[in-house]
């Protein structure tokens, strides 16, 4: 009888053992499965927000004539000449975008856009495309002197393109993509280049002169190293058109790039240039 209470103690104590280091065993095990849920519903989180980032593409397309579509048409009733065969619209449709505006437009200089086409974006907007500076530089002007005037016309005007591009269109291509930036802080700018305009094989007695086409295709090499420099200093992609339309300028066998047949669309790409030239040449840089 006296062996009873002692016995019972040492019961007590053992369960008491016992219980302590189930305690303590399982409480690891309920913690890492406590981790490996919270790590999973993570995961899970995540994935469903990069597949909402992925989708969510809101797109906006700015610039000149050669965003607008000039050359593909049909067009728009406005009087910017918008095409559904611009490069802008073909990559929205491809994309699936989630929004597109499209306030390019035929014509538009630098102030057009800073005054009025950013007006379009947003901090929502996710892509930001571009052309503009060849109206700054006076593109129809010289267009103009070289097809119908002299030589020295030509070269004249060719030469004061030159120095403006060199002398002030840099700065207004850093308040252009300035006021981008401030309006779409989160957009990825990709600024789009020009394309050489001319073949350098004969094409007929009416064509230009390769001296002509000559220097109208050196000036638009300046111009695309002007431009890719200012939107390199933004922080933009810039995009060389030229190599897409290698073989493709006027006098080719195949042209991507309309003569004068045309009066408004002169010297700017047709439908497959716009297709094969300017689409092709941004799909390469976004996928």
Not at 89 to 100: C, D, I, Q, T, Y
Not at 135 to 157: E, K, L, P, Q, Y
Not at 197 to 206: K, R
Request: overall charge neutral; glycine content about 10%.
């Amino acid at each position: 009888m006296p062996h009873r209470p002692l016995a019972r103690a040492l019961a007590a104590l053992v369960a008491l053992l016992a219980a302590t280091l189930g305690a303590v065993f399982a409480a690891p095990v309920a913690a890492g499965a406590a981790t490996t849920n919270q790590t999973a519903t993570a995961n899970a989180n995540q994935t469903a927000a990069a597949n909402q980032a992925t989708a969510a593409v809101n797109y906006v397309a700015l610039g000149d004539s050669y965003s607008s579509g000039v050359g593909a048409g049909p067009y728009d009733w406005s009087t910017c000449l918008r095409s559904q065969k611009s490069y802008a619209p073909l990559w929205a449709a491809a994309h699936g975008v989630s929004n597109f505006a499209f306030p390019a437009c035929g014509g538009a200089v630098t102030a057009d856009v800073i005054n009025g086409q950013v007006a379009a974006l947003s901090a929502s907007t996710t892509l930001v495309t571009i052309t503009i500076g060849g109206n700054d530089a006076g593109f129809a002007d010289v267009i103009t002197s070289c097809r119908f005037g002299s030589t020295s016309t030509c070269t004249n005007a060719v030469n004061e393109s030159r120095a403006f591009a060199t002398g002030t269109l840099p700065g207004r291509l850093d308040a252009t993509y300035a006021a981008i930036r401030t309006r779409a802080p989160n957009a990825r700018l990709i600024v789009l280049g020009y394309p050489r305009l001319f073949e350098l094989n004969s094409c007929g007695w009416l064509a230009m002169s390769v001296y002509k086409r000559t220097i109208l295709n050196d000036a638009a090499d300046l111009l695309a190293t002007v431009i890719a420099g200012r939107a390199a200093a933004a922080g933009a992609t810039f995009v060389d058109t030229r190599p897409y339309f290698a073989g493709h300028g006027v006098c080719a066998g195949d042209p991507w790039i309309n003569d004068i047949s045309g009066v408004i669309e002169a010297y700017h790409p047709d439908a497959d240039g716009y297709r094969y030239g300017y689409l092709a040449a941004l799909n390469a840089v976004t996928g």
